[in-house]
């Protein structure tokens, strides 16, 4: 969840992960927005909107900014916006990622092709989490195994070294 802290605080180590063993392993992120996070919806619509127009490597700069940006989307911070005003206020986040302004509100619109795409992907990414068992985010697992306790990357190095090798 982008709008989530404990997620934000465990993305660096998920990073560090990710760069020792992309080589040797297939890493998939499934962008859960929790429901009682309000903008949580917007922002991993936003994600979708990226990585279509952009790629993977866009999307990751996506969420490293939303991290890094995530106070101004709290609750909080939010209560008294709009929906358009919260999509406004993500639409920065996706153009530092490397998208126009045009295509992150074509792709924010769900009237549009692409919108209606990026939509659905966002639906259908929370459901097959949920379908999946999740509850609570961060929420990893390994070859479809739930997993816990994964704190340090000596802790990932552990349970991957003996997969990969």
């Not at 966002?122 to 929420?139: D, E, I, N, S």
């Amino acid at each position: 969840d982008l709008t989530c802290s404990a997620c934000r605080d465990s993305w660096p180590l998920l990073t560090q992960v990710y760069q020792a063993y992309k080589d040797r392993v297939h890493f998939m992120y499934r962008i859960f927005p929790l429901p009682y996070h309000q903008q949580g919806f917007i922002v991993a619509k936003g994600a979708q909107v990226v990585n279509a127009y952009a790629g993977s490597e866009a999307a990751f700069k996506y969420i490293d900014t939303s991290y890094a940006k995530q106070p101004a989307i709290y609750n909080s911070a939010t209560a008294d916006m709009t929906y358009n005003e919260v999509v406004e206020l993500v639409s920065e986040w996706a153009v530092s990622s490397g998208i126009s302004k045009d295509q992150y509100y074509n792709g924010m619109n769900s009237s549009t092709t692409i919108g209606s795409q990026c939509e659905m992907n966002t639906r259908y990414m929370w459901k097959y989490v949920t379908l999946q068992g999740v509850y609570a985010t961060p929420f990893v697992s390994i070859d479809g195994l739930k997993t816990m306790g994964l704190d340090t990357f000596e802790d990932w190095a552990a349970a991957l070294d003996p997969l990969v090798a």
